[in-house]
């Protein structure tokens, strides 16, 4: 099954990081930052391992001191993937796991979340996915839900959801991807290339892997320098398209 690189490098997940608050919205719990007189509003999908990831909520106050509201939802209600060191023969396998948190679900919980962001007069909306948040968002994206989109090292999005893509759309992959490899990077660059009404961007990061962006080793000054490189061409993209 392909998974298990969804499930590598678990970061320590903190409750308590991120100069934010935790929100309801929509139902949701959801850590909040940034200034909602702004209007101009993001929403990051996670990855599984949900929204108590250190490196995602530094993200996210990164993308609000750019300018943003952003909002975090805690889409696994305090039930983010836990892998063990093979997630093939878990208690709880990965795919287990997945069956219980389908995008689908994410998918309509971020459109009610959506609806209440717009309902307050936050406007326009854009939403950044990560690993399994980049199926959410992709699905956004086909029903011109956000005015504008990024996906980082996705999972699960196959070039017919691109082909389906009616929004200005970002891609940041790795070359180091089983989930998204380079070779099916290149096939959604290729169908974005034949829709000339929607902008889009592709780029493949060199010697990074599939999560680099979020869980990367702080520690690590070249994987530091890359995950700051696509936090900037993320930020420039919603810059760009969210005025």
């Not at 679900?105 to 009610?112: A, C, S, V, Y």
């Not at 990024?150 to 070039?159: G, K």
């Not at 890359?226 to 420039?236: G, I, K, P, Q, Y």
Request: glycine letters at 8%; aromatic letters at 10%.
């Amino acid at each position: 099954m392909s998974g298990p690189q969804c499930c590598e490098n678990p970061p320590a997940l903190d409750p308590n990081c991120g100069s934010g608050h935790l929100e309801k919205i929509a139902g949701l719990n959801a850590y909040v930052t940034g200034l909602p007189e702004s209007k101009l509003t993001v929403v990051l999908v996670s990855d599984v391992f949900g929204f108590e990831a250190p490196n995602l909520r530094k993200l996210a106050d990164k993308v609000a001191a750019a300018g943003f509201y952003v909002i975090v939802p805690d889409y696994f209600k305090g039930d983010p993937f836990n892998p063990p060191f093979n997630p093939e023969i878990a208690e709880r396998p990965f795919a287990v796991w997945l069956k219980d948190h389908g995008y689908e679900k994410g998918f309509d919980e971020t459109k009610l979340i959506i609806e209440a962001l717009k309902g307050k007069g936050l406007s326009p909306v854009g939403a950044a996915g990560f690993c399994w948040g980049a199926k959410v968002v992709v699905e956004l994206s086909k029903r011109g839900l956000i005015e504008a989109a990024v996906m980082l090292h996705p999972s699960f999005v196959t070039v017919e959801d691109i082909k389906a893509v009616t929004v200005p759309i970002c891609i940041l992959g790795a070359e180091i991807d089983q989930m998204s490899p380079p070779a099916l990077l290149k096939q959604f660059e290729e169908a974005l290339a034949a829709k000339t009404e929607v902008d889009a961007f592709v780029k493949i990061f060199p010697k990074v892997s599939h999560g680099w962006t979020v869980r990367y080793d702080v520690g690590n000054a070249e994987a530091v320098k890359c995950a700051e490189e696509a936090h900037l061409d993320m930020n420039e993209w919603f810059v760009k398209y969210l005025k």
